[in-house]
Structure formats: C-alpha cells, structure tokens
C-alpha cells in the first residue's frame, strides 16, 4: 500500500490490512526510474522515493558515492571503504565536507549508470503515473544530528522547496540520511513538523504500529536475498526478536 497512506493510518490508530507492505528507496537514482519503475508499473505496485533534492539538480553530488569512487580508484578494499564511510559520518558535517574533498582530490572518477541521479523530468513521470510518490531527504545528505540547528533548518527548507517548485506539490514524508538513532534530534523532529512533514522515518527496523514517534518511524532497510524480504513481510524476525527477548 502507499506509505503516506499506511502512515497516516498507524498515526489515527487505525488498523492495517493483514500482511500490508510499503515500499520505499532513497536517493533519487535514475536506477528507481530505468530499473525500478517498469517492475513497479508491471505489478501496480506502489512505491515512495525519498529525494536528495541537490543530487537531482547536479549541484551536490552524492558525498559517499564520490568516496567509495576515490577509494575504488586508489585500490581500497571493501573493508578499508566501510571503515573510512563509518568514520567520515561520526564527524560534524563542515569537517566531513573538508576531509571528502581531500580524499577525491586529483582522483579521475568515472561515474557508473546505477550511481547517477534521476532527472526532475523522470521523477514528475513516475508522479504523473499515479503509483510513485516523493518525500524529503534532505538537500546535500548530511548527517542531520552532525549539522548545526541553523544547517538543518536549511536542509529541510531547501529540500521541501524545490521538491514543491519541481513536482507542484510540498512533501508529506522525509527520511533521515543514513538513519540510525543518533543520526536526528529531538530538535531535527520539531524542524520536520515546523516545516510541514506529517511524519519522518529512520532506518530502525520494526513494524509500524500504534503508539510510534510520528518523527520517528521504523523502516526496514534492503534486503539481501528473497528469502530476507519473505521473513521481513512474514513477521518472522519480529517473532525471532520477541523469543530472543523472553517475549515467547
């Protein structure tokens, strides 16, 4: 089912239709449009794109995707590359900025196809189809909680504004980058609402109920493999968690 409409139903109290899924990426790849996007339309499946807004308008590229690219070309490993991203995000946002433009400095970068962004064109396509609809994930993909309160109003602002003048209509949702509990704050939370998102999702993985932080929902991340997505929809880790928590 749509996520706004799955969302605005767990925020009423009201109860879901059995086995219900939402589907959702982030980013704004031209991947979610040439690859996605005919699966979605094939199957009449809805689907939310959560939208770096600079990303989309070429301004600010993805700051991990240049990493991962500069490290690939100098011969990191895969280990060498998470442990350089897990550091680079502990770091307030105008420090992490500093050290990506020294790492990707003098590096030759060919982008690859699946990295590059969707056009705004692409995206009022997907919207005009009726299946896909957009949310805020902010403007250049910080860290929010590594950003001052001045940078994330900012972001959110950005974000919600040229998502408004590109697509004719302002967000409902927004999603955290990178979405762990540390990466937002309370204050993040009361910026969201300020600026007219109904609510906002992390990447904390759990089901979505009554009762929830409404800046604060669950959301499962992607899946491995089929049977990861088939015990996800099932229920089969949540009941795994509750015996591993004594709540057999």
């Given at each position: 089912?749509p996520?706004?409409e799955?969302?605005?139903?767990?925020?009423?109290g009201?109860?879901?239709?059995?086995?219900?899924?939402?589907?959702?990426?982030?980013?704004?790849?031209?991947?979610?449009y040439?690859?996605?996007?005919p699966?979605?339309?094939?199957?009449?499946?809805?689907?939310?794109?959560?939208?770096?807004?600079?990303?989309?308008?070429?301004?600010?590229?993805l700051?991990f995707?240049?990493?991962?690219?500069?490290?690939?070309?100098?011969g990191?490993?895969a280990?060498?590359l998470?442990?350089?991203?897990?550091?680079?995000?502990?770091?307030?946002?105008?420090?992490?900025?500093?050290?990506?433009r020294?790492?990707?400095?003098?590096c030759?970068?060919?982008?690859?196809?699946?990295?590059?962004?969707?056009?705004?064109?692409?995206?009022?396509e997907m919207?005009a189809?009726?299946?896909v609809a957009?949310?805020?994930?902010?403007?250049?993909?910080p860290?929010?909680?590594?950003?001052?309160?001045?940078?994330?109003?900012?972001?959110?602002?950005?974000?919600?504004?040229?998502?408004t003048?590109?697509?004719?209509?302002?967000p409902?949702?927004?999603?955290?980058?990178?979405?762990?509990?540390g990466?937002?704050?309370?204050?993040?939370?009361?910026?969201l609402?300020?600026?007219?998102?109904?609510?906002?999702?992390?990447?904390?993985?759990?089901?979505?109920?009554?009762?929830l932080?409404?800046?604060?929902?669950?959301?499962?991340g992607?899946?491995?493999?089929?049977?990861?997505?088939?015990?996800?929809?099932?229920?089969?880790?949540?009941?795994?968690?509750?015996?591993?928590?004594?709540?057999?």
């Open positions: 089912m996520l706004l799955m969302t605005q139903a767990v925020l009423a009201r109860s879901l239709p059995s086995r219900a899924v939402a589907i959702s990426f982030d980013d704004g790849l031209a991947s979610n040439h690859l996605g996007f699966v979605l339309r094939e199957l009449g499946l809805p689907a939310t794109i959560f939208l770096a807004t600079g990303f989309l308008d070429g301004t600010h590229p700051w995707q240049e990493v991962d690219r500069a490290m690939k070309a100098r990191s490993s280990a060498e998470a442990t350089r991203l897990a550091h680079l995000k502990t770091l307030p946002d105008a420090l992490m900025r500093g050290e990506v020294k790492l990707v400095e003098g030759a970068q060919a982008e690859s196809e699946v990295a590059r962004p969707m056009s705004w064109e692409q995206a009022r919207q189809g009726g299946l957009f949310g805020g994930h902010t403007h250049t993909h860290v929010l909680s590594r950003c001052t309160p001045a940078q994330q109003a900012e972001e959110i602002r950005v974000c919600r504004d040229r998502m003048e590109e697509l004719g209509t302002s409902c949702l927004f999603a955290y980058t990178n979405g762990g509990p990466d937002f704050t309370s204050e993040t939370q009361e910026l609402a300020a600026h007219g998102f109904q609510a906002a999702f992390t990447m904390m993985p759990a089901r979505l109920g009554a009762g932080p409404s800046h604060a929902l669950p959301r499962y992607n899946p491995t493999s089929v049977l990861e997505a088939e015990a996800t929809a099932s229920g089969a880790f949540e009941l795994v968690k509750q015996w591993r928590g004594g709540g057999r």
